[in-house]
């Protein structure tokens, strides 16, 4: 399942259960430009989309055109599926949506193949490098020995193994007690 921060999936769920599943109104806590910055990197993602607000059925209005209309958000599929809703059949149209029929690819037409997802690696000489160096050397590394090494404190060690490491770049962190070294943590060659 996606990563999503506690308000972009409460937009999102609030959208779910919200006819065609409009997005506004936007939680009270969420105002200017946090705002606007959440929305944003929400489009991006393309867990919303903007749509022409039908005013006049009351639809609330995210942003002028400037030509007099206004747009409104709608959660989209995959921003459903963020938060784990799978639709079985289409989204009910978007407001301002038209019966317009759609364009299909022919059925021998190839498909696109999906994109590998984005391998993260660190640049050279950085101190999370020497931090993966350390632990990819024979035996490994002791928190002490990182602490001494890259100056840092033993929490931000810990927090480094657990979250750069593991979490964002997807290495597997082993640990052993050596006799007279103490714990000292590994990087698995997969």
Same mark, same amino acid.
């Given at each position: ?7 972009? *999936?409460?937009?999102?769920? *609030? ?12 939680? @009270?806590?969420?105002? &200017? ?8 990197? =929400? ?9 022409? *607000? ?15 209309? &206004? ?60 931090? /993966?160096?350390?632990?990819? *050397? @024979? ?19 810990? &927090? ?17 007690? /050596?006799?007279?070294? &103490?714990?000292?943590? =590994?990087?698995?060659?997969?």
């Amino acid at each position: 399942m996606t990563k999503l921060s506690d308000t972009q *999936a409460l937009i999102l769920s *609030a959208a779910a259960q919200r006819p065609e599943h409009i997005a506004l109104p936007l939680p @009270e806590s969420l105002r &200017g430009g946090a705002a606007a910055k959440v929305i944003g990197a =929400m489009l991006a993602k393309g867990f919303l989309e903007e749509v022409d *607000a039908d005013i006049r059925n009351g639809e609330p209005v995210w942003r002028e055109t400037g030509d007099g209309h &206004g747009v409104t958000l709608v959660a989209t599929d995959a921003g459903l599926a963020a938060i784990g809703i799978e639709l079985k059949d289409a989204n009910p149209a978007p407001a301002g949506a038209t019966d317009a029929p759609t364009e299909e690819p022919a059925p021998d037409t190839p498909k696109e193949p999906e994109a590998a997802p984005k391998t993260r690696k660190p640049r050279e000489g950085t101190k999370q490098a020497k931090l /993966i160096e350390m632990l990819r *050397a @024979e035996g490994g590394a002791t928190i002490d020995e990182i602490v001494s090494a890259l100056d840092w404190r033993p929490h931000t060690v810990r &927090g480094a193994l657990a979250g750069a490491l593991k979490k964002k770049l997807g290495l597997t962190i082993t640990s052993d007690k /050596i006799e007279g070294r &103490g714990r000292a943590y =590994m990087i698995a060659e997969d």
